[in-house]
C-alpha cells in the first residue's frame, strides 16, 4: 500500500545533541510537511517543500532544518535539541496542482516519531 | 487572518448512539475547503471528511457526515452509530485555495466512546 513512512517511531536523544528524523513517501506526492505536535494539541507547521522549493513558516526555530534529497524523502534536522523540542513529529505529503489554485487535497500523514530529550 | 475554533475539548458518547462535534471558524474568503481528521491514540492523523465552500450539498462519507453552515461559518461533523475505533482527537481544518497557504487545524475535540 501506498503510504508515508516515519523512522524512527520513538528517538531519545541527549540535550544538545544533533538528531535526525526522517520520513518517505510512495505516494509520489511532490509537496511533504513536517509538523510538530504537543500532547493534546493541533499539530504546528514548521515547513514544508513544495517540489524542491523550501518553504519556512515565520516562527520555526533556527534550530530545525530540513532536507529533501529526492521526491521520496524529506529530514527533519534539529541540530541542538532543547527539553522544549521534546514532541511528536508529523511527516504529511499532498498532491498539489501546479497551478496557483489548489488546497483542496488532504494531507497523508505519517505515523509520527516521539522524540523525547535527556 | 482565519481561525478555527473547536470548542468542546472532550466529548463522550455511549457506542452506537449519535454524536456531534462543533467547529467554527473565521474566513473573509468565498473559497476555501474544509476537513475534519481524525488521530486515534498512538495512530496516524487520517482524513475523515471534506467539505468545499462553494458546494451547497454536505458532504458524507458513510457514518460521518458534516452540516456545513456557510453563512454562520460553522462545519460540524455527526458520527452516526459511533463505534469504539471512534475513539479519537478530531480535528476540524480550514485551507484556502490558495497553493501555498497553509492548512489551519483547530484545538481538537477528543472523542471517548463508551461501551
Known amino acids: 500500500d501506498a503510504m508515508v513512512i516515519q523512522n524512527p517511531r520513538y528517538q531519545v536523544t541527549q540535550f544538545g545533541k544533533p538528531v535526525t528524523l526522517s520520513c518517505s513517501q510512495t505516494?509520489?506526492?511532490?509537496?511533504m510537511y513536517w509538523y510538530q505536535q504537543k500532547s493534546s494539541q493541533a499539530p504546528k507547521l514548521l515547513f514544508h517543500?513544495?517540489?524542491?522549493?523550501?518553504?519556512n513558516e515565520a516562527d520555526t526555530p533556527d534550530n530545525f532544518q530540513s532536507r529533501r534529497p529526492n521526491t521520496s524523502f524529506c529530514f527533519l534536522d534539529i541540530r541542538s535539541p532543547g527539553l522544549g523540542d521534546a514532541a511528536m513529529y508529523l511527516c504529511a505529503t499532498s498532491r498539489e496542482s501546479k497551478l496557483p489554485r489548489g488546497g483542496n487535497q488532504p494531507q497523508h500523514f505519517g505515523d509520527g516519531t516521539r522524540l523525547s530529550i535527556l | 487572518a482565519q481561525t478555527v475554533t473547536q470548542s468542546q475539548p472532550e466529548m463522550s458518547v455511549q457506542e452506537a448512539e449519535t454524536v456531534t462535534l462543533s467547529c467554527t471558524y473565521d474566513t473573509s474568503e468565498s473559497d476555501y475547503y474544509l476537513f475534519w481528521y481524525k488521530q486515534p491514540p498512538s495512530r496516524q492523523m487520517i482524513l475523515v471528511i471534506r467539505q468545499e465552500a462553494y458546494k451547497q450539498q454536505n458532504a458524507t462519507e458513510n457514518r460521518f457526515s458534516v452540516n456545513f453552515q456557510k453563512a454562520a461559518k460553522s462545519f460540524s461533523l455527526k458520527i452516526s452509530d459511533s463505534q469504539l475505533g471512534d475513539a479519537a482527537m478530531y480535528f476540524c481544518a480550514y485551507r484556502s485555495p490558495r497553493r501555498d497557504d497553509k492548512i489551519i487545524f483547530g484545538k481538537g475535540t477528543r472523542l471517548h466512546i463508551l461501551p
Open positions: 517543500y513544495y517540489d524542491k522549493d523550501f518553504n
Open positions: 505516494l509520489n506526492h511532490n509537496v
